[in-house]
């Protein structure tokens, strides 16, 4: 059983480079955040007619999940403003591992074992270390990749809990995904003037904005079960694992190089998901 958790938190790790290529490709990041609040909109309120409540005790980590991932999603906004996406992508996911590990002892009395205590370390070096090339960092969009990496770890840390007291863990981030992405919505429909503009003029555009919020969906739901069933920080780490895969896709679909230099970040990733799992 905790095999196949694994596996499906690596195909999570997938989905979610999949969707942050949507993200980066889209030629308003803005409009791209908010037409993927739509579908999460839509599963959320369909999936809360069959889903009992979640328990009364996970209502406080349901309200501070939603708050954190808004607050992901406008610092994670505003790193790509100023900043280059090979960048502030690894900034922001390789810090997460190693807080997420810190958070899980203190808030979670998680502890892992020292060799995955290595693996973690390694995942987080390896993931930071795309970060690095040629290329100066934009140092004005390094406080908002650290902010985004803050924000990853909060609500990383708070889902673990949430969902092992919420009694249902689909009923739990249905309620989270359907909190944090109303205000995302009403801002695109306010920004971009209604459904016309947003769905009617332009319907293929329209359908590609969403199925990047579908695809991040099914990535999230995935982690959130893995939570109920492996420690906190093993999860952080195994799904940071999509920087690979999006050096992967950055390579076979947008022509970026794959330089010696990120193929030994690649394999010090792989080495730590390995001593994870040891």
Known sequence: M??????????SALL????????????????????????YLAVSAAALVFLPAPAAAS???????????????????????TGDFGQIYPIARGLSPLLVCVGALV???EALRPLALAGVALVSLGIVSLAF?????????????????AFISAYTIVDGIGVRVAGNGFSYIAWVYLIFNVPLAAMVWRRYGGA??????????????MAG??????????????????????????????????????????RERLTARR????????????????
Not at 215 to 235: D, N, S, W
């Open 16 to 39: 979610h480079a999949t969707w942050n290529a949507f993200l980066h490709t889209s030629g308003d990041r803005i409009w791209q955040l908010g037409m993927m609040s739509f579908p």
């Open 263 to 278: 193929v030994l970040a690649c394999v010090m990733v792989s080495a730590g998901a390995i001593l994870i799992r040891v």
């Open 196 to 209: 016309r503009r947003l769905f009617l003029d332009e319907p293929r555009r329209a359908l590609h904005g």
């Open 59 to 81: 209502w406080p980590y349901i309200a501070a999940s939603a708050a954190l991932q808004l607050g992901y999603c406008v610092a994670l906004a505003a790193a790509y403003r």
């Open 107 to 109: 808030f979670a009395g």
């Open 2 to 11: 905790e095999t196949v958790i694994v596996l499906l938190v690596l195909f």
């Open 213 to 254: 919020g579908a695809i991040a969906l099914v990535a999230y739901g995935i982690v959130i079960q893995a939570f109920r069933y492996l420690p906190i920080a093993m999860v952080s780490a195994l799904r940071e694992m999509s920087s690979i895969f999006a050096v992967l896709i950055g390579w076979m679909f947008m």
């Open 133 to 149: 090339n040629r290329r100066r960092l934009a140092a004005e969009s390094v406080p908002a990749a650290l902010l985004t990496g």
